[in-house]
């Protein structure tokens, strides 16, 4: 097996590909403090903790905290195999049981009456964000759950913050909590999308009145979260003001998030840097043909950040300039360009 089908396999798992890296430069160690796993990965110290935990839930690692500094040690992949083998057995039968009870559903909504319960869905569902997060919420709740989209942040998931009921003259700090931090003093619905597959929408009654029979949706359904995203980004992200611009990421950078991607090649053209792209996607007039194009982004088309290029609110489209001709490059659902790309690597445009 190779090193990119042991990646597959290892995200099959349930591991997001930040995550599976981090533990494979765990094994190449062969253990050692968080600090020179941290380094070794390309990822914060924080976020080494942070997946050390998991991994040694699942028995994949052992964490020694007993020491000072702390350090994880890799088990065994025979001790790995065997843990995995024995979770899946104890599985069967309960698998079984539901499988006679119920059909299976592929879309799931619930409705939640509790503020409290809304705020851990909103921070279970931050958690397992591995590509892209919109959120607007009460910037006097945001404290609530800040920690865990920093969290989303070290993880490399694009955030897209809008906070409500707040000045944006304030003297407001954002600093590693988002990618980019819009705030409006108007209330709206607090609205969460992760990986356009899941979410919540909350009334703003639900937080502003303390008897309000108001109640929260939360939903697993892979068509209702892109309208989600296009009500916020279209409806909502363009109404308010911008207070927050995270830096750029160094490159070279791959990412299968495409708004992630537009968004850094925009901060690095802003900057007076060249950015040339490897598109892996297929036409958007035959999909079936699969095709890859490399070249310089001459132009990018985003409303993402001042001053806005996009000739509608929910546009993002790289142009990209090849040996041959220059071609229009979208996302998921892309309709208006020539290509759909499903993978996205950004590098210096003067790298070898």
């Given at each position: ?135 607007s919420i009460p910037y006097r709740l945001l404290d609530e759950v800040a920690d865990d989209l920093r969290a989303a942040v070290d993880r490399d998931v694009l955030v897209l913050l809008l906070v409500t009921g707040v000045d944006p003259d304030a003297n407001l700090a ?8 819009r705030a409006w003093k108007q209330p709206m619905p607090t609205m969460l999308t992760v990986d356009q597959e899941t979410g919540l929408v909350v009334p703003d009654k639900m937080f502003t009145q303390s008897n309000s029979p108001a109640q929260a949706i939360a939903f ?133």
């Amino acid at each position: 097996m190779d090193d990119t089908s042991l990646k597959e396999s290892l995200r099959g798992l349930g591991f997001s590909a930040k995550e599976v890296d981090t533990y494979l430069s765990i094994l190449e160690l062969g253990g050692g403090k968080a600090s020179t796993i941290a380094e070794e990965a390309g990822v914060s110290k924080r976020y080494v903790y942070s997946i050390a935990e998991r991994l040694s839930d699942r028995g994949f690692v052992e964490v020694n905290d007993h020491v000072v500094p702390t350090t994880i040690r890799p088990h065994s992949p025979e001790h790995v195999i065997t843990g995995l083998t024995d979770d899946l057995e104890a599985m069967q039968p309960a698998l079984e049981s539901r499988l006679s009870r119920s059909p299976s559903r592929s879309e799931r909504f619930e409705v939640i009456k509790s503020r409290v319960t809304v705020l851990k869905r909103i921070a279970d569902r931050i958690d397992r964000a591995e590509r892209e997060i919109t959120l607007s919420i009460p910037y006097r709740l945001l404290d609530e759950v800040a920690d865990d989209l920093r969290a989303a942040v070290d993880r490399d998931v694009l955030v897209l913050l809008l906070v409500t009921g707040v000045d944006p003259d304030a003297n407001l700090a954002f600093d590693g909590v988002a990618s980019v931090v819009r705030a409006w003093k108007q209330p709206m619905p607090t609205m969460l999308t992760v990986d356009q597959e899941t979410g919540l929408v909350v009334p703003d009654k639900m937080f502003t009145q303390s008897n309000s029979p108001a109640q929260a949706i939360a939903f697993e359904q892979q068509q209702l979260s892109p309208v989600i995203v296009g009500s916020f980004l279209g409806n909502y992200f363009p109404m308010a003001t911008p207070v927050y611009t995270a830096d750029p990421v160094d490159l070279p950078a791959t990412y299968r998030n495409f708004r992630h991607a537009v968004l850094q090649t925009r901060l690095h053209r802003s900057a007076g840097r060249s950015v040339r792209a490897r598109i892996t996607g297929h036409t958007v007039s035959e999909e079936s043909a699969q095709t890859e194009l490399e070249g310089v982004v001459v132009d990018v088309c985003q409303s993402l950040l001042d001053p806005q290029t996009s000739s509608f609110p929910v546009e993002n489209t790289l142009i990209v300039e090849s040996d041959d001709k220059t071609y229009s490059v979208g996302g998921t659902g892309a309709f208006v360009e020539d290509i759909e790309a499903t993978v996205v690597e950004l590098r210096p445009a003067d790298a070898v």
